[in-house]
């Protein structure tokens, strides 16, 4: 069974053999980054032997062992890492975007958090694992398993910021036009959770921690071995890279100054140096890397060998307005197959990143970046014959939608019009996800076991 659950749906219309090699070539990149499977790879128990990737533990001296994690690939990762310890796992907690119905672990506790935006049981999922953490002692090893989302995922904020003033700063943040570095840098320095802030908590109390990642940071090389120790930064569990002058930065030059509460603003102009983030941590703490976002179109540069078919990977650091990547994309699509240039058609073209989607107050539209991309690739498409193309978030879901991403190709200007869908509209009310549901062009996957942020994928045949 592949990761996409509606492939016939998407396969039953427009440039149906242009599809065909996307949804194939997705699938095949989809099962070379799953998180399950690496981590069980990365570690083991043999006898009273515990193993994780170059590091090991004799079990008879460990004290407990506690697991806690959260982020959009963490059922996966939490699911393997009980599959590993079984009844060795002490305590555990998470924190999920998606609760699926075969998703099964040990002695651990599971709550659905709330991501683009928190929500309350995020915030007790928070809560519980400050309160397990606070029982850890010299001897004990924690696990997490941190994956992109769990800023949201996993909310506690600050003395004096209430857990509604948070949700209201991330959906300003979000319909900012912020890249997400620059949202890190105000959401983390208002967290307890955070920044490093759990890591710091561990230590505090002489407990070790090991932590298993998937990196969700745009500007980062590809993976060269996940089994060895790796300098990690941001996330609830690793150093800091921002500083609270950067969150200050973000709300100047995004004029946010008006529409943030107050009670933020106060804690993050208020001259305190306990208000900064961790920035670097003693012994205790290894960090693990099973992948980053590169790692998407490292497989599917191998996925596209094993079919045979010509590829080249544009980008991995591809930023911007999601609109204007998929114009950009289309107009890549017509040199490809009318010059041969920068690669001969047939052909893949990869690229990862984040894309974002500025949204004006009031516009209530369902989708996310990777259909608003994908349906500006479907504007300009009309003039490339065959030319079809799929924006997907890697862990499943795009913005306010269930769905991946969308699929679209050169005739689906022309399903829309036909359906009496006025693009232009579509794009002004943001509502790429209603648009591209009617059409049967959003990919539908849950739980993808991996969080690599955006990946897209453009196939150009021959010119007939």
Request: charged fraction near 25%; charge should be negative.
């Amino acid at each position: 069974m592949g990761k996409i659950k509606n492939t016939e749906s998407l396969l039953n219309h427009g440039d149906r053999e242009s599809r065909k090699k996307i949804t194939e070539l997705l699938e095949r990149m989809w099962a070379k980054v799953d998180a399950y499977h690496l981590i069980k790879e990365l570690m083991s128990v043999d006898g009273n032997c515990l193993t994780i990737g170059t590091k090991r533990w004799d079990m008879d001296k460990l004290g407990n062992i506690y697991l806690f994690g959260a982020g959009k690939a963490c059922n996966a990762m939490a699911m393997a890492v009980c599959d590993v310890l079984k009844e060795k796992l002490t305590e555990g907690v998470i924190s999920v975007k998606i609760a699926e119905d075969n998703d099964t672990y040990i002695n651990t506790r599971v709550y659905v958090g709330g991501h683009p935006l928190p929500n309350e049981e995020g915030y007790r999922a928070a809560e519980d694992i400050i309160q397990m953490i606070d029982k850890g002692k010299p001897g004990d090893l924690f696990i997490s398993v941190i994956s992109g989302g769990s800023s949201a995922l996993l909310t506690c904020p600050k003395e004096g910021i209430t857990l509604q003033e948070e949700i209201q700063a991330q959906d300003m943040l979000l319909r900012s036009g912020a890249k997400i570095e620059e949202i890190n840098a105000v959401r983390r320095h208002i967290s307890r959770t955070n920044g490093g802030r759990l890591a710091e908590q561990v230590l505090k109390n002489g407990a070790e921690i090991v932590n298993i990642i998937v990196g969700d940071g745009v500007g980062v090389k590809p993976t060269v071995d996940f089994k060895a120790p790796f300098q990690f930064f941001g996330t609830p569990v690793a150093p800091d890279k921002t500083t609270i002058q950067d969150a200050r930065d973000c709300i100047r030059n995004y004029q946010l100054e008006d529409k943030l509460p107050e009670s933020i603003l106060k804690y993050l102009y208020e001259d305190n140096p306990e208000h900064e983030t961790p920035k670097t941590f003693g012994e205790g703490v290894t960090h693990f890397c099973l992948n980053n976002v590169p790692d998407s179109c490292e497989a599917a540069v191998e996925a596209a060998g094993e079919m045979g078919i010509s590829s080249m990977v544009f980008s991995t650091f591809i930023e911007g307005e999601s609109r204007e990547a998929g114009y950009f994309f289309a107009s890549m699509a017509r040199e490809i197959q009318a010059n041969h240039r920068p690669i001969k058609a047939p052909c893949f073209v990869f690229c990862s990143g984040e894309t974002t989607t500025k949204v004006e107050d009031g516009c209530r539209g369902t989708g996310g970046p990777s259909h608003e991309l994908a349906l500006g690739f479907a504007h300009g498409a009309r003039y490339t014959a065959g030319a079809a193309l799929a924006s997907v978030d890697t862990e499943g879901t795009d913005g306010t939608t269930r769905y991946a991403g969308a699929l679209t190709d050169s005739q689906t200007l022309r399903m829309l019009s036909e359906k009496g869908i006025n693009i232009f509209d579509v794009f002004r009310t943001h509502d790429c996800g209603g648009a591209l549901e009617c059409t049967q062009d959003s990919i539908l996957t849950g739980n993808t076991g991996t969080n690599l942020c955006d990946f897209n994928v453009m196939y150009v045949p021959e010119a007939e």
